[in-house]
């Protein structure tokens, strides 16, 4: 029998694993829970027999892979795919996926909730200032970032976007400004959301002189990922720049350092929560089980991101 396997480090809610199993048996399959799992090794004897699995954060890597003798495909419920080996899954033959926009509300959420600390300097009890009529700069107008765009819109927000690959008439047709460059977003916009994703550009692509060219006040918000970030640009821009916070869903690693020495202009939540809702949880691994029967059923490759 065709076995689909949800191996989470962090668990999906009850209600997620009921939605995926109804999928999953619904189409005939055998469905397997490997959760909280505390040693690789598990992960390994897991996977021996599976067709599928649905992984969150994950590792997936050439040795998961090659213990994986009847993978087919493995689909990550969320949106960041970094955990997973591209390569050595195309070399092994299996179909790579995501769930795009899945949990993109939640995250953009997050995005809200956090400026509203930052621009009211953390809920100390001194006076703030407003996001209405602010100038936001949207880095990259993806799933999250259009998102961050509509909410943005309601705060009555001033909202400019660039995005490498999403063309300008897409980004004016919401009624947000389209800029030129990552460059100009920076150096229009005081408050700057990044929404772009992990990649060999992008790393380490949030430096001094980006920041630095920044409005007065300026506040850079990363639910992205922590590795866009250059640290040693970031910790330049927090002791140059009294004017600048820094908040963010993902821990750098210098985050005890600035977080000691900046406490009312850096913060970092406690654990990456951005997708953390019910709504988010429960849609992502309910995607992953439906992409997974119209894989195995109709070979629908449609979010495959190892092409
Ligand atoms: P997405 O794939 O829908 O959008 C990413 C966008 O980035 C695309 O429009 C793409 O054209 C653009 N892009 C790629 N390279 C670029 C570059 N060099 N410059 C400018 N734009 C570029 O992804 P998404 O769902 O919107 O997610 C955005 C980011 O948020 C990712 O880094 C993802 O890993 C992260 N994320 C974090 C959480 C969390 O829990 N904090 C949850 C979901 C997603």
Do not use: W
Request: hydrophobic share 45%.
């Amino acid at each position: 029998m065709t076995k689909v396997l949800v191996a989470t480090d962090k668990p999906f809610a009850a209600i997620a694993v009921k939605g995926i199993r109804e999928v999953v048996e619904g189409a005939g399959y055998e469905l397997a829970l490997l959760e909280k799992y505390t040693d690789k090794s598990q992960l390994l004897d897991a996977v021996k027999d599976a067709n599928a699995v649905i992984i969150r954060s994950d590792i997936i890597d050439a040795p998961v892979l090659d213990a994986a003798k009847e993978l087919k495909i493995v689909v990550r419920a969320g949106a960041g795919y970094d955990n997973v080996d591209l390569a050595a899954a195309t070399a092994h033959n299996v179909c790579v996926m995501n769930t795009p926009g899945q949990n993109s509300n939640a995250v953009a959420e997050l995005v809200f909730g956090m400026l509203v600390y930052a621009v009211r300097n953390f809920y100390n009890g001194t006076s703030g200032t407003e996001l209405m009529g602010k100038k936001l700069g949207i880095l990259a107008y993806g799933n999250v970032g259009r998102n961050v765009a509509r909410i943005a819109k309601g705060f009555g927000m001033d909202v400019y976007a660039y995005d490498a690959f999403c063309p300008a008439d897409v980004i004016e047709k919401d009624g947000v400004k389209a800029v030129a460059s990552t460059a100009d977003l920076f150096k229009t916009c005081q408050i700057v959301s990044l929404h772009i994703p992990a990649t060999a550009e992008t790393k380490g692509s949030i430096n001094f002189e980006l920041m630095s060219s920044m409005p007065k006040g300026a506040i850079v918000v990363n639910t992205a990922r922590k590795e866009v970030i250059d640290e040693a640009g970031l910790a330049k821009m927090m002791e140059e720049r009294p004017d600048f916070k820094y908040i963010t869903d993902i821990k750098p690693a210098i985050d005890a350092d600035l977080t000691a020495k900046y406490p009312d202009r850096y913060f970092g939540t406690p654990k990456k929560m951005g997708a953390q809702t019910a709504e988010a949880n429960i849609n992502a691994g309910i995607a992953a089980a439906k992409q997974i029967v119209d894989f195995l059923q109709n070979g629908n490759e449609k979010f495959r991101v190892n092409k």
